[in-house]
């Protein structure tokens, strides 16, 4: 790191404003053996910046105040923004302006949410609302509170080009979204989700960077031509000046843990960051990050999402591991979504029996090193090393949605019997769930994939792409074009529907399953060894069981069959009480439900009419 302390890696490139009114400009430039900095507006002027050993270049000027605009002239006499820019105002192709690290924060008592007590509400900040700015969605914030939502979860909002993307094409890290309302509309928000008691966690892609307005590369090796990744080229961790490159990702991370006051980080398809260093890249990443934390008194969780269902990521690094704080469990989602709906085309194709649902119930995992169908090898690794709440499952979210050709959300897949399992399967798991906008209420709107990319040798290249993707599927219709403005608006969501008829009754559902998992001890405080599960195949029926203490308190039905069934399921004896069945009418059921109490004396006959949850508590 050169001497620079790893907490401040953070105000070590860019421009940074000083106390006194002054502004340091400081970028690494090893490919230029000189950098002139081209101050914009206010005032037009050319500025020498000094050079050191290891190619950064710097210079400090007084009296450069917020907003001044700027770009670097590198040695071949091109032009480019500030690879560290913290605010593009007028796209990725213009001027970088310099950003105001102060801000009138009201959070000085505020100290996070431990991961093991999130429940994770997954949103796109440009189709949540009709304004699609983060100053929208604020006035939501009472309503996602009522719910139960402990954490809003923001898909990836540094700077990309045009004003309509997912946000994994972004191509400035530092730089939040000006047409979402710029640096000061994401303080604004976090500010206010501290005051309502939310956490705000921001999807983060380290393993490559968008096409479109990328240059880092014509400042320094950013980049490796050694690996590839699906979607560009290959950071560089691992390689020659990969230091720097690792200083650079490291402080995007404590950028947004410090200057904006996030509370933590979903690191984006970590298994397309390839890294052979003794050290890994994303174990350097939770060091630094943990370090702050600590300092702070606030929790900053990292999250891995990988398909890899490596228990490395999560492992303590004393053991071996990576020491990152959660991971993804894909395999929740997959068995789940199989057995609802009976799809088992492309990845589907390793799924769709109960037992795996019930092995993911149990492990966090399906796959822990079983041969692998779809991936023709074997997959995964051993998880018994970490904990329950380290895992975080979905039924529904931005990928497994807007991957389908017509972005399909799981309420025009299945019944809504189907859709109120899925949430009670969810939401009562041992593990730690995200909701995906708009889920709550089945919110109909698509949510499709869109771009407003100014290359149109790019913007055919992505409808190419789109297509090929959808090969290992049997999904029918035309696919809507990602460039068209009318697929963007397609996505927002409606939100009046949460207060009417059934959407308001499966939001009830869902508002219920999160007040027993936060109240029930044995839901609440679940481990990896306080779980048990118990499978009925011929039934399409597992029992998953919680223990407090020495004692089964709660337990969990899920029943997938289409017809009706009878299945016996061992419970210990004992009076037991029905504290939620699906099918209860206040959730849109049919109201067919199972008694109020039974007494079990070691087992139990239970009858179900078809997809259903119930949830028991010892009495």
């Known amino acids: 790191m050169n001497g620079t302390e790893p907490s401040s890696l953070h105000e070590q490139i860019g421009a940074r404003r000083l106390p ?153 890290p530092y730089a939040a979204q000006h047409s979402y309302g710029g640096p000061d509309g994401l303080r604004h928000l976090v500010n206010a989700a501290h005051a309502a008691g939310m956490a705000v966690v921001l999807d983060v892609v380290y393993n490559h960077l968008g096409p479109e307005g990328n240059s880092l590369g014509c400042f320094a090796p950013y980049f490796t031509d050694a690996y590839k990744t699906p979607w560009g080229e290959a950071i560089n961790y691992d390689g020659a000046e990969s230091n ?150 979905c039924a529904q979210n931005h990928d497994q949605v807007g991957n389908r050709m017509l972005g399909d959300r799981l309420g025009r897949l299945v019944s809504a019997e189907g859709l109120r399992t899925a ?33 149109p040798g790019l913007v055919e290249a992505v409808r190419k792409g789109r297509r090929a993707e959808f090969a290992a599927f049997a999904w029918k219709g035309e696919l809507p074009d990602p460039q068209d403005p009318a697929t963007f608006e397609a996505c927002r969501l409606s939100h009046g529907l949460a207060e009417k008829g059934t959407h308001a009754a499966l939001r009830r559902l869902y508002r219920r399953a999160i007040q027993l998992r936060r109240e029930l001890p044995a839901l609440s405080g679940a481990t990896r060894t306080s779980v048990s599960v118990e499978e009925h195949a011929n039934q399409q029926t597992i029992c998953v069981r919680y223990r407090e203490g020495e004692k089964e308190t709660v337990v969990l039905t899920l029943c997938f069959a289409r017809e009706p069934v009878e299945v016996e399921c061992s419970l210990p004896e004992g009076t037991w009480r029905r504290v939620l069945d699906t099918e209860e009418e206040i959730y849109g059921g049919s109201g067919q439900v199972r008694p109020e109490t039974l007494t079990s004396t070691g087992s139990v006959r239970w009858s179900f009419a078809g997809v259903t949850a119930v949830l028991w508590r010892r009495a």
């Open 20 to 172: 006194d009114g002054s502004c340091r400009f400081r970028v690494w430039a090893p490919r230029s053996r000189q950098v002139t900095l081209h101050l914009t507006a206010p005032e037009d002027r050319l500025e020498s910046m000094g050079r050191d050993d290891h190619g950064y270049h710097e210079i400090v000027l007084p009296n450069i105040p917020a907003g001044t605009r700027y770009l670097f002239r590198l040695e071949d006499g091109s032009e480019r923004p500030d690879p560290a820019s913290r605010h593009q105002p007028d796209g990725v192709h213009e001027a970088s302006a310099v950003f105001d690290p102060s801000f009138a924060w009201t959070d000085a008592g505020w100290q996070g949410i431990p991961l093991r007590d999130h429940v994770f509400y997954e949103l796109h900040v440009g189709t949540f609302t009709k304004e699609g700015t983060f100053d929208a969605i604020i006035p939501h914030f009472a309503s996602l509170k009522d719910l139960g939502v402990t954490a809003i979860e923001l898909m990836p909002v540094a700077q990309f080009p045009g004003a309509r993307n997912w946000g994994y094409d972004g191509v400035y």
């Open 423 to 455: 949430a009670a399967a969810m939401l009562l798991s041992p593990f730690v769930p995200l909701l995906f906008m708009g889920e709550e209420y089945a919110d109909p709107a698509p949510f499709l994939y869109f771009t407003s990319h100014g290359d």
């Open 244 to 393: 720097h490159v690792r200083d650079y990702f490291v402080g995007n991370a404590l950028s947004w843990q410090v200057d904006f006051h996030l509370d933590g980080l979903r690191l984006d398809a970590v298994h397309a960051i390839r890294d052979f260093s003794a050290v890994p890249f994303l174990e350097e990443l939770g060091v630094a990050c943990r370090a702050h934390a600590e300092r702070t008194g606030r929790a900053f969780p990292l999250i891995a999402e990988s398909d890899m269902n490596m228990a490395r990521h999560i492992l303590p690094r004393a053991g071996g591991g990576y020491g990152l704080d959660g991971q993804w469990s894909d395999d929740f989602h997959h068995s789940l979504h199989t057995l609802l709906t009976g799809e088992r085309d492309g990845y589907y194709k390793d799924y769709g029996a109960v037992h795996h649902l019930a092995r993911v119930m149990r492990d966090g995992y399906t796959y822990t090193g079983q041969y692998s169908a779809y991936r023709r090898h074997r997959h995964g690794s051993d998880p018994s090393g970490t904990e329950v709440r380290q895992m975080v499952v």
